[in-house]
Each structure stands twice: as structure tokens, then as C-alpha cells.
């Protein structure tokens, strides 16, 4: 059974900076497609950010150039590096990745292993 487990949320101030790492159980999930997703209380999720098994990124439209995805296959963890961040970005950030080799922009569904989340809350 695939394991993913994140790390690296906290408090900071708005404009502050937080690095979230993702860590698989099993080599073979850093070759399929991974993201973070996040969800505020009351909101549905939302994907912030993918990589593609080519290495492709995307980026939701509010992360505007803030955020940056990255993924170290031989440590087998996803990275999501958060700076400026504001107090809206508030939320649990999940990691996602699919089972299989995946490219392109893909659903939620599409993602099948899951991390148990890790909070993010940005507050003065």
C-alpha cells in the first residue's frame, strides 16, 4: 500500500514563506504525475499546482508566479515552495499523485494515492 506522507505546513505572516514536502512510500509515484491540492473550511478543493511525468508544471491562476512544484525522484517527495503568501492561502494543502505514468493537465479523480494533509494558516 502506497504511503504519502506531507510535511513542512505552519504559521507565518502574510508575505512569509513555507516549503511543503511530500514523501512517498514507493518509488513508482514519483514517475506518475503528483500535486498539491488545498481546501479552506467551508470551500471545495482545489488543485494549486502539478507535475507531469515529462516534468511539465501548472499553476493555479491565484498562485501568480508565488508558488513553485518540484519533485526529487531518488528522494521520492514532491515540493511546494510557497512564498508572499496571504492570508487566503489559508487552508489544508494535500499531495496527490497518480498510479501510473500521466501528462497533461488531469481531474482530481485522476489522482489516486493521497496524503492525510498538512495545515497551512497565514495570519498577522
Known amino acids: 500500500q502506497v504511503h504519502m506522507a506531507e510535511s513542512g505546513g505552519g504559521s507565518v505572516q502574510p508575505g512569509g514563506s513555507l516549503r511543503l514536502s511530500c514523501t512517498a512510500s514507493?518509488?513508482?509515484?514519483?514517475?506518475?504525475?503528483m500535486a498539491w491540492f488545498r481546501q479552506a473550511p467551508g470551500k471545495e478543493p482545489e488543485e494549486v499546482a502539478a507535475?507531469?511525468?515529462?516534468?511539465?508544471?501548472n499553476y493555479a491562476d491565484f498562485v501568480e508566479g508565488r508558488f513553485t512544484i518540484s519533485k526529487d525522484s531518488a528522494k521520492n517527495t514532491l515540493y511546494l515552495q510557497m512564498n508572499s503568501l496571504k492570508p487566503e492561502d489559508s487552508a489544508i494543502y494535500y499531495c496527490?499523485?497518480?498510479?501510473?505514468?500521466?501528462?497533461?493537465?488531469?481531474?482530481?479523480?485522476?489522482?489516486?494515492?493521497w496524503g492525510q494533509g498538512t495545515q497551512v494558516t497565514v495570519s498577522s
Open positions: 496527490a499523485a497518480t498510479r501510473n505514468l500521466a501528462y497533461g493537465r488531469l481531474t482530481r479523480g485522476e489522482y489516486i494515492y
Open positions: 514507493t518509488s513508482s509515484v514519483s514517475r506518475g504525475s
Open positions: 507535475i507531469d511525468s515529462a516534468g511539465s508544471t
